[in-house]
T-cell receptor, first 109, second 116 residues
């Protein structure tokens, strides 16, 4: 089946730094999604991308849908403590969402 | 304000003892999903209901069943929990199926299941 490779697996950064994470797939998706999951909670949708090449922002977050439709990246600018959590990329094809394994973001004081 | 509610948040059961997890939604969405998420892993879809139509993922074990008595409620039944079934179980809803902006999946907070 389709698989997503999400990297890095975890990141340790200083507050205020910018963050970049990405996701690649062996096959194409029509939609790329980025979710954040806080400890003990369900994932919350941050950004949805529906067109190849699309670049979308949500506050300090920016995500892009790769031209090949096989990749996407998420950038977080000027990180703050509440950015801590697990970020999942997900590709949607027809009715199914396939999740990446997540990037765990740690922010050092 | 809660839109997708899962009860209980934490459930402890014994090996082999049936357990039911519940999910309710106030969004009046057509689709309800159940995902299993093990520690440090991605959520994995078990099945979904489109209205009353049940759609099982091919690799979902028979041990997992689901019921949707009405639009608002959906239950996950684990008939004989094994140690490997310990996980977070996430319920999600969407207005409809397909890849449109109005079909975003909204997740509940999850139920963490422990099997002793």
């Amino acid at each position: 089946g389709q698989q997503l490779n999400q990297s890095p697996q975890s990141m340790f950064i200083q507050e205020g730094e910018d963050v970049s994470m990405n996701c690649t797939s062996s096959s194409i998706f029509n939609t790329w999604l980025w979710y954040k999951q806080d400890p003990g909670e369900g994932p919350v949708l941050l950004i949805a991308l529906y067109k190849a090449g699309e670049l979308t922002s949500n506050g300090r977050l920016t995500a892009q849908f790769g031209i090949t439709r096989k990749d996407s990246f998420l950038n977080i600018s000027a990180s703050i403590p509440s950015d801590v959590g697990i970020y999942f990329c997900a590709g949607q094809e027809d009715d199914k969402i396939i999740f990446g394994k997540g990037t765990r973001l740690h922010i050092l004081p | 304000d809660a839109m997708v509610i899962q009860n209980p948040r934490y459930q402890v059961t014994q090996f082999g003892k049936p357990v039911t997890l519940s999910c309710s939604q106030t969004l009046n969405h057509n689709v309800m999903y159940w995902y299993q998420q093990k520690s440090s892993q991605a959520p994995k879809l078990l099945f979904h209901y489109y209205d009353k139509d049940f759609n099982n993922e091919a690799d979902t074990p028979d041990n997992f069943q689901s019921r949707r008595p009405n639009t608002s409620f959906c239950f996950l039944d684990i008939r004989s929990p094994g140690l490997g079934d310990a996980a977070m179980y996430l319920c999600a809803t969407s207005r409809d199926l397909g890849t449109r902006s109005y079909n975003e999946q909204f997740f509940g907070p999850g139920t963490r299941l422990t099997v002793l």
